[in-house]
């Protein structure tokens, strides 16, 4: 080989020099053993795989995220949320003390009251009576990081579901429907703003020592040969210590659009962060947790800790546990009882860790 030939080889980005033919995102340990077959990795650890192979979470390669041992099961709808959150620390009693919380606010409910009847903040004056206060910042970005050029996705739905030639009101009349791809919103900031300023709102009836920061949090995950920076959209932040107890991930686009790279770059942040945090970062029935927005759906994601993975990430010993993304969603931030479940979600999650801050 040449010198400009290896020049050139040396120049391939990790994602090409760690491609697996056929990738997919493994939904369990098996899928994750043929990917690991396919990649003729058998042998490997996230130790021994080439440095070229290894890249920032925000541009993993396939051979990166599946000597992460990582896989994401299917995601699960809102509704399940319920039946599982007891194995994530929310017993009946502190869902209770959120619900109790967020029913005394009159802000909270006036943001609800403008979901249900999809009025922008922008026509309400600040002395009205449906004024949502707090709330009236993260409506607005709301609603900006549903308007694209313009245009709002409630007309996009419009349009959607127009032009039948039935009249209103007949057999054929066409009903409104989830559309499942949209154009990106118009820059990422507005949707992190959007989210950071919802969690923020929410948090704040449990009175604790914690902020939601738009700061981006950075890991480093230091391997034998190598090591990968990670960097987050924010975090939730103990005041006192400075410890990090969720993290933030926002994208500009949906989650159906290129959602390979997503969900490995979330699996390479959670592997950061418990490698930079003490195991006490668990906090939700030894789960870490993670909020993800991707244009105007949010997503939550609660990752199990197990002693053995961590051993493995900080020196490849062997190990049969997984990082595993048990993700619910997607909270749909113009849907009253997507957003009602969410903030109760959030503020019970701060209630779980009030006292750890």
Known sequence: MSGSQSQARKRQPAAKLGRIDDFYIPADEEDWNELVQNGNLAKDTIHTIPADRIASASEASNAQYVMLRSYSPPMRRIDDFLGKCHQFGFTSEVRGRADNLLAASTEWLRYLQLLDTNDSVNDILDTSNRWPGAFSTVKRLQEQTMTVRGVHDRDVMQVATEGTGQQPGGAGRPKPHRITQLPQAEDEATPNAALITLLQSVSHFAQAKLEWI??????????????????????????????????VEVKKRMRTEDTYPILMQEACEVAGWLMDSPVQMAHFGGHFMLISQDRHEIFVTFVPFHQGYENYLRNGSNTNTFLVMNTFGPFHTAYRNDMEEFGRIILAAILIVKHAA
């Not at 480093?220 to 107890?245: H, P, V, Y």
């Open 214 to 247: 738009f700061n981006h949090v950075h890991f480093t995950c230091k391997l034998r040969q190598t090591e990968f920076s990670a960097l987050t959209d924010g975090g939730l932040r103990s005041k006192r210590t400075m410890d990090i107890f969720a993290i």
